[in-house]
Every structure is written in structure tokens, then in C-alpha cells.
């Protein structure tokens, strides 16, 4: 996710640990307007692992979410992780709502992804340099409804996306 102004990506912490988030990596993009250089970065990475700490003790989950220092979209897509089922939150034309993707997926590999990441743009979206970026990696354009959503309610709203009824 983006970090969005404010203390909002404190509540998408909270709000994604709540919803079973394994892990969050806040994104510094073009429109982000919070700037953090390396020692900043890892203050408010301590702060937000904090935040996570915080919210896994009153929803009772069994695993603490990492809550990684922020990085640039280049930095993490340089890591080359394998995310099974990569999706990016997109406001042009050709998008699909993350469920039928799910489904797309069990069809054809006869189960659920093992791995799903959500990429979530911040007030402004992505750039579309960054969306090519991101979408050139192999995330899926995502819409989730003819309304355009707060970077903290997309982001709670992916994650409620529920992947056990997809049938």
C-alpha cells in the first residue's frame, strides 16, 4: 500500500492485521507525500510493527504480519518475489473484480493461490509509469465497484475479498 497522509496507514495496519494481512509493504510512489530517508524509514517501520503488535492482541490472530520498512515500487519488484496471485488497484478501463480473478485461477490450477499481494496506490492512484511497472510484473488490474474508493478503504477492502467461497 501507498503511504497515504496522516496517521491513515496506521489504521490500514491495524485494519489488515484484524483481516489476516501476513505482511505490509508500505510504498513510496510518486504522490506520496510522506518522505522518509533510511534512518526515518526504519523509525516508522519500528512504530508500525508496533501498531501491528498492538492490533494482534485484541483480535487474537496466532502470527504477528511483518510490517516491512517503505520502499519504492523499483526496490520491491527488484527482490523478485513469487507472489502467486498479484493484483494492483487500478482506475482504467480494463479491470476485473478481484473474485473473478480468484476464480480464473482455481479453474485453472484446481485450488486456491497459495499467495495473493494487492498493490494499492496512494490519493492520485499510481502514475501510469508505476501501474505499467507494476502490471508489467504480472499484477492483474483490479476494480472493486463503479465507486473510487480512500486509499484506507481499498486497501481494507481487498483484504475482505473472501477467497474461501470462491467456488
Known amino acids: 500500500t501507498a503511504i497515504p497522509k496522516g496517521k491513515i496507514i496506521e489504521n490500514i495496519i491495524q485494519k489488515s492485521v484484524e483481516l489476516g494481512a501476513h505482511r505490509i509493504v508500505p510504498l513510496l510512489t510518486d504522490r506520496v507525500v510522506t518522505q522518509l530517508d533510511g534512518e526515518g524509514a526504519e523509525l516508522k517501520r ?8 498492538e492490533a494482534i492482541k485484541q483480535c487474537g490472530a ?13 526496490e520491491f519488484l527488484a527482490r523478485g518475489e513469487k507472489i502467486e496471485l498479484p493484483l494492483v488497484g487500478s482506475l482504467q ?3 476485473q473484480h478481484p473474485r473473478k480473478y480468484f476464480v480464473e485461477f482455481q479453474k485453472q490450477h484446481g485450488r486456491l493461490p ?3 499481494g494487492v498493490w494499492i496506490g496512494p490519493e492520485g492512484d499510481f ?5 505499467q511497472l507494476i502490471q508489467n510484473s504480472g499484477a492483474l488490474p483490479i476494480t472493486l465497484g463503479h465507486l473510487t474508493l480512500r486509499v484506507e478503504t481499498a486497501a481494507i477492502c481487498c ?3 473472501d477467497r474461501k467461497s470462491v467456488v
Open 93 to 95: 478501463a480494463e479491470r
Open 159 to 161: 483484504l475482505a475479498v
Open 62 to 74: 496466532t502470527w504477528l504480519p511483518k510490517v516491512e520498512a517503505p520502499q519504492t515500487i523499483a
Open 114 to 116: 497459495h499467495s495473493t
Open 127 to 131: 502514475t501510469l509509469d508505476e501501474l
Open 46 to 53: 519500528e512504530k508500525w510493527q508496533q501498531v501491528a503488535i
